[in-house]
């Protein structure tokens, strides 16, 4: 029997048949998560990365939610490091000039070559602090959910495997860092928002990034307690009304087609964009270069 399995037995107390019976939480709390090692994060020094307009607010509690986005970008075969500096300084030109917004709006962001880079200024030393620097990425949910870009589109295929092998530990690393729960943290763009974002393939995907995410912090459950677990009612992501203002405008990357801007704020409750690009994320390698 495993370290984990023995554990998982005498924290359940009576074995499989206790395990069913535990709620998620209680289930999360009683395996102690592994703390995987900070994975390599290129820091906005190294990719060159503009000052912000203003520092980003620093919240007092941590992120509830890791929402994993696309960039709708094209799917480069351009896996170098160059190729994702390129891409998080033209993603930063494209949300300060363009959007008009405080600084780049996405925590990290994931290079079709696996690369990880830091986003929003303040984001590692808040993760450290167990605290969210706030990023513009989410309307109306950027005080409580952390934003992980992922270079291309993926409406029908799926990232490359350097791609997902680093957002199982990027986000492995996060959830042990705040305490998270990878089946109810790792949620897509398009469980908040209405938006096609991360895309089909991607979002489809996300089941098994929990999963994977789940064995690196060696709290993944038996078949039985899953199980038990699917049948629990889950509680809404999006609270209506909740009242919570994005910390700063998010007048949205892509308008919708055939749709004005009313009032310089379209992004916040826009419909889907074409191509069901990520209203916090590029405007295509076109408008990015
Ligand atoms: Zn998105």
Known sequence: MSE????????????IAGAILLAPEVFAASVRPRRPRRPRIY???????????????????????????HTATANTGDTSLEAAFRLSRA???HHMRRN?????????????????????????????????????????????????ETEGTYIDELPTKAQLNALVALVA?????????PQKAIIGHRDLNATACP??????????????VARRLGTVRSSAARLA?????QPALVEPGDGEEPAEPEPGLIRPVGRKDRDGRTGD??????????????DGPERLS
């Open 4 to 15: 984990i399995t023995r554990r998982m037995f005498l924290s359940a107390g009576s074995g």
């Open 199 to 212: 895309g089909d393939r991607l979002y489809g995907y996300l089941g098994r990034l929990r999963e994977d």
């Open 100 to 148: 008009g917004w405080d600084d780049i709006g996405q925590h990290f962001t994931v290079s079709r070559g696996g690369y990880i880079l830091e986003g929003r200024n303040r984001t590692l030393p808040a993760i450290e602090q167990g605290k969210l620097a706030v990023g513009a990425h989410v309307a109306g949910h950027n005080s409580r959910a952390l934003g992980i």
């Open 43 to 69: 820091t906005r020094s190294e990719w060159d990365a503009a000052p912000p307009r203003r520092k980003a607010t620093v919240t007092d509690h941590p992120p509830d939610r890791i929402v994993i986005h």
């Open 173 to 181: 690393w996060l959830c042990a860092t705040y305490r998270l729960d």
């Open 229 to 233: 677990v699917a049948e629990e009612p």
């Open 269 to 282: 409750d826009a419909p889907e964009g074409p191509r069901g690009r990520c209203p916090a994320a590029g």
């Open 91 to 93: 993603i930063q030109r």
